[in-house]
């Protein structure tokens, strides 16, 4: 029986996310103002990971040729498509940047999918029938909204809307913060998990529908219990 101790990574990593192809696993997480920014990962076991590239290598607004403290790549998904690698980040004040690449070795591309302020945790889903979507939450200090999710279609190759955002899931009662939704698909369910309720003192909840607008039955997966740990 094979042990590991955490933490697995001794740095900043904030809100990763990760996808398996075959037996390889590849990381993202946010970094921000940072250059070269949102770091990619690779691993075979989800514990030994090393750092093989970076998605970003320059943010391509003129605005960050100089400090923006709290600006930047937040919170990105990645997702593996027909044979190329999506990472979705969202820039805070500016849209979602989309890079891709087949080789995640390589050089990342990118392009704009649309400009928008304080649209965060983007995830792109394509459905059986060849159809795209993404997922996002809401920024509180650019919308002043945080309880929310909306579907949005867009271009199954990541390059423009399709549609005009919907809102799926309002949590101002059940889940007064909601945010990093994840999108899969399974036995005909559509499941969108998402952390709950604010980073000290929040907990893990899942959605669940037939219909990819919903509606959506939700449910707490996870909580905090007698753990000192959270998140």
Not at 22 to 46: A, K
Not at 137 to 149: C, D, P
Request: charged share 25%; glycine share 8%; hydrophobic share 35%.
């Amino acid at each position: 029986m094979r042990t590991y101790k955490n933490p697995i990574l001794y740095a900043d990593y904030s809100d990763p996310d990760v996808v398996r192809v075959g037996e390889d696993y590849y990381m993202v997480s946010s970094s921000f103002t940072y250059i070269p920014g949102v770091p990619l990962l690779h691993s075979r076991d989800l514990v030994h990971w090393e750092l093989i590239n970076h998605c970003v290598k320059k943010l391509p607004f003129e605005k960050y040729a100089l400090p923006c403290h709290g600006s930047g790549t937040w919170a990105p998904s990645i997702r593996y498509h027909e044979g190329t690698f999506f990472v979705f980040i969202p820039l805070v004040d500016e849209g979602i940047l989309v890079a891709r690449s087949k080789d995640p070795y390589g050089e990342f591309e990118w392009n704009m999918l649309c400009e928008s302020k304080g649209w965060i945790d983007p995830c792109p889903f394509w459905d059986d029938d060849g159809r795209a979507y993404m997922v996002f939450a809401y920024a509180k200090s650019r919308s002043g909204i945080k309880h929310r999710l909306s579907l949005v279609e867009i271009d199954p190759q990541c390059r423009s809307l399709l549609t005009e955002p919907r809102l799926i899931f309002d949590g101002e009662q059940i889940a007064p913060t909601s945010e990093g939704p994840k999108m899969y698909k399974r036995n005909g369910y559509y499941y969108i998990l998402m952390p709950s309720g604010g980073v000290e003192t929040g907990w893990q909840s899942c959605l669940r529908s037939r219909s990819v607008y919903g509606p959506y039955d939700y449910r707490v997966v996870m909580h905090q219990g007698n753990s000192r740990v959270n998140g």
